[in-house]
């Protein structure tokens, strides 16, 4: 069932209602966003440096068997490489992978998290699946396209792709054990082989608390550590390795969440509060400094801010117009008298026959 906008929400498969409601399993909603990207990116090894400065630890499955074991290295050096309790699997999404989402999700994507947890204590450990892919480029040498076929070819592959992230989630959150074994799915997807959604969902994601963390004496790395396939994940699939960011670039993310465990900024928000638990530091939260006030009070403080710089001039203003009105009215004021001293005049002369009649009034009495 979808929205109208960028937003989708799909209930849960019926290929797994009947199971759950067989076993008694509470149900939940999937929810799946795409959020669109600017049109650039940002540089590659800037937020690999970030992630190597914030990260936990940079691990890669493929430095380990099946059994856990590792290929080269000894056992002391297995003991110490250790797991965060908080992991984001990065998956680099290659053509010769696997051809449709639900190859990927049952092959790759399910060995890898099987390999994982053998590696790791999978009760105490919190997995998040980031899977970057790319825009497959269809070129044809012998049919030349002008500038807006291109960019209408651009924007159709993209969409499909789009779509594509689309399927992913829907292959994952129909897998029961992937659906149990990870708290959420995010798909980086992009026309350039120099940009990285993705990759960069998993700095962000990695960043946030450092401000706290360098606080104190306390360790300065995030509880979040990051997992990859194979260290040229990490690199993507640029052959020259170019370090410039890429400009007119269409790039989103596909956001899945499921079971109330929110998107990845939910999950490095729960990575920060474990770290600030294990370091005995109190989470803040942040209260906007602005205080809110009512419409009608601002209005009303408004004015009467106006009126204490306006106070006396207005008031003089008032009772001059005033005293002219009733001199003007009572005829003391005419067009034949003319000048200001003529007019203080007259108001003296009523203020002194006001006192004379009062002084009177007092001696009858």
Known sequence: MRRSGSSSCMLKPKAVLSTQEEQGEKLSVTMVNNKQLPSYSTERFYMLSEI?????????LCDHDCDGTAETASESDIDDCHF????????????????????????????????????????NKNIYLV????VRQVSRPDCPLSISEKQKQKTFLYKHQVDVADQLARCVTQNKTLRFDLQGLTVGICDHVRAAPGLEACMDAMILGSRERRKGNCDIKSSIGIVALHPDDLLG????????????????????EWNGNGDLLTFAKRAHLCWC??????????????????????????????????????????LFI?????????????SSEDGL?????????????????????????
């Open 322 to 334: 005033a005293a002219w009105f009733y001199l003007h009215m009572r005829g003391l004021v005419t």
């Open 84 to 123: 965060p309790s908080y992991i984001l699997l990065y998956i680099l999404w290659r053509p010769e992978m696997a051809a449709s989402p639900r190859a990927l999700t049952e092959g790759v994507i399910q060995k890898s998290v099987n390999q994982l947890k053998s590696l790791t204590d999978s009760k």
């Open 131 to 134: 899977v970057e892919t790319l």
């Open 237 to 256: 699939l640029d052959p020259i390795q170019e370090t410039d960011a890429a400009q007119d670039v269409l790039q989103s993310l596909t956001c899945c």
């Open 52 to 60: 190597e400065q914030n990260a936990f630890s940079i691990s890669y």
């Open 341 to 365: 001293g003529v007019f203080f005049h007259r108001i003296e002369s009523i203020f002194t026959t006001d006192k004379e009649a009062a002084a009177e009034k007092g001696d009858q009495l």
């Open 277 to 318: 638990t294990s370091n005995k530091i109190e989470l803040k939260e942040e209260r906007s400094k602005r205080k809110i006030v009512p419409l009608r009070r601002r209005q009303r403080n408004a004015i009467d801010q106006d009126f204490t710089v306006w106070d006396p001039i207005a008031i003089f203003l008032i």
